[in-house]
DNA sequence: CGTCAAGGAGATATCGACATTATTGACCGA
DNA sequence: TCGGTCAATAATGTCGATATCTCCTTGACG
């Protein structure tokens, strides 16, 4: 027989990354209900799974655990969008100066590669969404530029936070499409890095996530205060 | 990482917090296996319960999962304790500009009464450790240092960090004691953040937190390569 | 004597049942 | 008609049993 346990180490991790994907792909609403029960028709996997990738998600904030009433998705407000902004940019500068020093030709590479990956991937779906396809070839990118960083704890602190970020930009993606051309901002962040510029890496790089931020914010998606409670979420 | 909520009718919550705190003071060794069967008995609650809370310290970089394989405290070497405070620091700087910019004078009583708090808790036991109140309320002095800081995700990402730090410092401490006086530095500390002079308060704290690690790793308590597995945990 | 395979003990991963709590909705009284 | 109490319902929290896997031991064979 084949070798399944490489490929499926365990359900429970595999449960995991798929509820986590549902969230960062804006498939869930902010503040919605996770019912413990749907998401084991939804995962198909039993509750013990569920509760544990629920409690991996708590952990990363993704995920909000209310004792003895269950869990909901972490909410989406204005106020936390520019917190998080605010918090992302110095971190990410961090990352990109580290893996500016530190890059070699395979880091080089690998960036190179990720910006030809995302160039050529379909970024709209035929229902006007962005594509899974594209949000990760996105994230990959992203996470090719700080690839060379040789602090393991400052990645980490970046990926949190761009996760974060993620859910807002695919949740709000979902309705509009930006008028900014994203393949040559994505370019040009590139050729800094090849070219060991740092801080113009940097400039690039922060003026790319903060417009982004800006863009979300002037649509107005997120509501400032606390929303009422949204009772049931449901999707097929 | 969480206020401590007012009504904890949660089981599994409780769990977590008792052993988040095992791991942070020192009580477990890195790398050791953390048995489901033995945390059952220790911790007095179902597997379902370990299971969560075991999976929350793994997201929190406290525990590593391996597949079939369980559950193990995080390993403490050097060049990850290097690393860390690398990390570390400049994200503390960045919360205590922002605590001291936004700070009131709640937040300087805050800090006069957590200094106070300090010394005059027990800082060793009988057994020659430090005592789990003084670790208890030396987190709460550095926790109210920045408590003003505006940002949750910045304060997020120093909880993440110190208790990582805490980890290192109370395994540590278990076995020297180091010849500072602990006290004054902290006082001169809380002065500069009353003073709101950010400059000072920064330099301060950033030689505190590096000169523990240097101490820390001056003393050689942490193997620099892949140490061995380490085969069976236990204490009582 | 070394190597490898088969077996067994122990630990982990998975699962569904049961108890407890929150929420909904109806019924009753003012 | 509105408000409050209480029962019915549904979801969550808790728990132990069972299946699967890993690792160590044992024994036979080369």
């Not at 346990?5 to 595999?14: E, G, K, R, V």
């Not at 003895?68 to 909410?75: I, W």
Request: aromatic residues 6%; neutral net charge.
């Amino acid at each position: 027989m084949s070798e399944p346990n490489s490929a499926l180490p365990s359900l429970t991790q595999d449960a995991y990354q798929r509820l986590r994907a549902l969230l960062l792909f804006g498939r869930v609403a902010p503040g919605a209900k996770l019912k413990i029960t749907d998401l084991i028709t939804s995962l198909d996997v039993n509750m013990s799974a569920v509760r544990e990738a629920l409690a991996r998600l708590t952990a990363e904030g993704l995920v909000i655990a209310e004792p003895q009433k269950g869990f909901r998705a972490s909410l989406l407000t204005e106020v936390d969008l520019r917190q998080l902004t605010d918090a992302r940019i110095p971190i990410e500068e961090m990352c990109i100066r580290r893996a500016i020093d530190a890059g070699d030709l395979a880091w080089e590479q690998a960036i190179v590669s990720a910006l030809h990956g995302l160039t050529r991937t379909q970024h709209y779906g035929e229902d006007g969404r962005v594509t899974s396809e594209w949000a990760e070839a996105h994230d990959q990118l992203h996470r090719a530029f700080v690839s060379a960083c040789d602090n393991p704890w400052l990645l980490r602190m970046r990926e949190t936070l761009a996760a974060q970020g993620d859910r807002y930009r695919w949740f709000a993606a979902a309705a509009s499409r930006p008028d900014r051309d994203l393949d040559d901002e994505h370019r040009c962040i590139a050729d800094a890095f090849i070219d060991r510029d740092a801080d113009r890496a940097v400039r690039l790089m922060s003026e790319h996530i903060r417009f982004t931020a800006e863009t979300l914010l002037k649509h107005g998606f997120f509501k400032t205060s606390t929303r009422t409670a949204s009772p049931i979420k449901r999707q097929r």
